[in-house]
């Protein structure tokens, strides 16, 4: 089978899978250009309420095809750069199921989900200095946010691997199953994801993206859409909610 992003949609939630195993699910410049518009597809799809990405087998994602930097580095940079941008953007929750290696264009689509889950065991590496090259401002930013400046650096500097428990104790990922067990806690974590209100997620990922402009914008939303009063009702009946407020997709 050719490098390809697969995917499949089941029980609210998409699954793409970074799917290359001949060289450990590097990302090839097809793979990366097909990421934008596959997240399209699936953002307008209301029956997808979350996102989970992974790697085929027991790889996430090693990188970049070193193969397609030898012609233009800054061409296959950039289209690395437009689909982690996309896949920061998408607009309903995403998580990263990390198995094995996620290292450098891997830890780049890692660090863009919204949460990672990293099986135990998994190791974690920003390689750029590797090979000589300048990382992206976007994404130093995005690493920075995410464990601090000096973690950042240290990974930048020295594109060394972290462990788990390294990545745990800096912020790099959210939660460590044990070996063997991260498919059933995907699973149960993102059902739980779905059953959740939309409305909220959706602002509240704005919101702590940055966004400080839409507090009108969700105060209106919120008193339209009636998930509060679901909520509230639901609370006091003692049963599960029922949430119609779904994120509106542009065109």
């Not at 974690?124 to 464990?147: C, D, E, H, N, Q």
Request: aromatic fraction near 6%; hydrophobic fraction near 45%; charged fraction near 20%.
């Amino acid at each position: 089978m050719e490098p390809q992003l697969l995917h499949d949609v089941a029980d609210s939630v998409a699954t793409v899978v970074i799917h290359h195993p001949a060289k450990r699910n590097a990302m090839t410049a097809a793979m990366w250009a097909a990421l934008p518009p596959l997240l399209d597809t699936l953002a307008a799809d209301p029956g997808v309420r979350t996102l989970v990405l992974t790697g085929e087998g027991g790889t996430f994602c090693a990188g970049a095809d070193i193969s397609t930097l030898r012609d233009s580095p800054e061409e296959a940079q950039a289209l690395a750069v437009r689909a982690e941008e996309a896949l920061a953007a998408f607009p309903k929750p995403t998580l990263a199921a990390v198995r094995g290696h996620c290292v450098g264009g891997g830890s780049q689509l890692a660090a863009a989900c919204d949460l990672r889950f990293a099986e135990e065991g998994s190791l974690f590496g920003v390689t750029p200095a590797k090979l000589g090259i300048v990382y992206p401002a976007s994404s130093t930013r995005r690493l920075v946010s995410l464990v601090g400046p000096a973690a950042a650096k240290y990974l930048l500097f020295s594109g060394e691997l972290i462990d788990t428990a390294r990545a745990l104790r800096t912020g790099l990922v959210d939660e460590v199953p044990p070996e063997g067990e991260l498919a059933k806690r995907v699973t149960e974590f993102t059902r739980i994801l779905a059953s959740r209100s939309q409305l909220t997620q959706a602002a509240a990922k704005e919101f702590a993206d940055g966004r400080a402009d839409r507090d009108a914008h969700w105060a209106g939303q919120a008193r339209g859409s009636g998930d509060t009063a679901e909520g509230v009702a639901a609370f006091l009946e003692r049963r599960p909610p029922r949430f119609t407020w779904s994120v509106p997709f542009p065109g």
